[in-house]
């Protein structure tokens, strides 16, 4: 593979694979575990953030780009999750589900970076990052990074695509960033099929205690988007908002809610459609939106 974001090979890679084993693969067995873990390691893209050759965009686009008011909570929000995801595969002593979460924090480290490069290259002023502490809670802090990413990821999807079919995002930058929104892809393909892995694996006893804290961590991911909306956080320092709560209004402010959800539905299949159809994939925010669409009127 190349280091470059623009190699065919590792871009196909990245977004094509089929485990090794045929045949049924039982939902919490070892065989299940090995098949995620082999998925996100064996379609690792190994670019690096430091070679990626910035577009150069005329005056109006780069306007639009470095009016976005996002930046600040975006490379906060990779800063917290690498840190979170790192935490949690050092609490691991499985060796290849702790390799395949290292990779994991490694990618959203890389995703800071990337972000970081691209304010850089733009001109863009960042307020000063906080600090990153190690959470407390490891197995609460994953889980929050990994609901979160299903939820921001599904809408960003759909928002990405939006902004590179209205020409809100000129081309070659969409085509510079792309292959950093189909990593979250395989980052939510991986942590459904832990979810359901690890609910799988526990003890009759211990289900109760593990559906009590995803219930808390749902809990307090909606508390945080609800705050969010209402203008609470001002100082880009939103706990675990990401691209869609504030970039919508910019990038689809012409397409109707109805055609922007479905958009997320179709660009959702797409990105997930290449890999193994054996793996599990994330289902609640997508059977949300097909719910919502019941009563949004085409």
């Given at each position: 593979m ?5 190699t065919?090979e590792?871009?196909h890679?990245?977004r ?5 084993s045929a ?7 070892d065989l ?6 082999e998925?996100l390691?064996t379609?690792?893209?190994p670019?690096k ?5 910035w577009p ?10 470095t009016?976005?008011p996002?930046w600040?909570?975006a490379?906060?929000?990779e ?7 790192a ?6 002593g ?7 979460l290292?990779?994991n924090g490694?990618e959203e480290?890389r995703?800071?970076?990337?972000l970081?490069?691209l304010v850089e290259?733009?001109?863009i002023?960042?307020?000063?990052e906080?600090p ?5 809670d ?10 979160s990413?299903c939820i921001?990821?599904?809408?960003a999807?759909?928002?990405f695509?939006?902004?590179r079919?209205?020409g809100?995002f000129p081309?070659?930058l969409v085509e510079?960033f792309?292959p950093?929104?189909?990593?979250e892809a ?11 892995w690890?609910?799988?694996s526990l ?5 109760p205690w593990f559906?009590?804290k995803?219930?808390?961590?749902w809990?307090?991911l909606i508390?945080?988007r609800v705050s969010?909306?209402?203008g609470f ?10 691209f869609p709560?504030?970039v919508g209004?910019?990038v689809?402010?012409?397409v ?5 959800i479905e958009?997320c539905l179709?660009e959702?299949d797409?990105?997930m459609?290449?890999?193994?159809a054996?793996?599990l994939r994330p289902?609640?925010?997508p059977k ?6 019941r009563?949004?009127?085409?």
């Amino acid at each position: 593979m190349s280091d470059t974001l623009n190699t065919v090979e590792a871009d196909h890679a990245m977004r094509n694979w089929t485990y090794r084993s045929a045949g049924k693969i039982p939902i919490g067995s070892d065989l299940h575990k090995r098949m995620f873990c082999e998925m996100l390691l064996t379609t690792h893209n190994p670019y690096k953030p430091a070679v990626i050759d910035w577009p150069k965009l005329d005056p109006a686009a780069l306007k639009r780009v470095t009016s976005l008011p996002i930046w600040d909570i975006a490379v906060q929000t990779e800063g917290r999750a690498s840190i979170r995801v790192a935490t949690y595969a050092a609490s691991i002593g499985d060796p290849q589900l702790r390799e395949a979460l290292r990779m994991n924090g490694g990618e959203e480290a890389r995703h800071k970076v990337v972000l970081s490069k691209l304010v850089e290259a733009y001109g863009i002023e960042l307020a000063l990052e906080p600090p990153y502490p190690a959470p407390a809670d490891a197995l609460r802090a994953w889980m929050l990074t990994g609901y979160s990413e299903c939820i921001d990821s599904f809408f960003a999807f759909g928002l990405f695509e939006a902004a590179r079919q209205s020409g809100y995002f000129p081309e070659a930058l969409v085509e510079t960033f792309e292959p950093v929104i189909q990593e979250e892809a395989r980052h939510i393909l991986f942590f459904a099929n832990w979810v359901a892995w690890y609910r799988h694996s526990l003890p009759w006893y211990r289900k109760p205690w593990f559906f009590a804290k995803t219930a808390s961590v749902w809990f307090s991911l909606i508390r945080d988007r609800v705050s969010l909306a209402r203008g609470f956080d001002k100082s880009g320092a939103a706990q675990d908002a990401n691209f869609p709560a504030n970039v919508g209004d910019s990038v689809a402010g012409n397409v109707s809610v109805r055609a922007l959800i479905e958009l997320c539905l179709t660009e959702n299949d797409r990105r997930m459609g290449g890999y193994d159809a054996r793996l599990l994939r994330p289902v609640t925010v997508p059977k949300l939106a097909r719910f919502a669409l019941r009563f949004i009127k085409p």
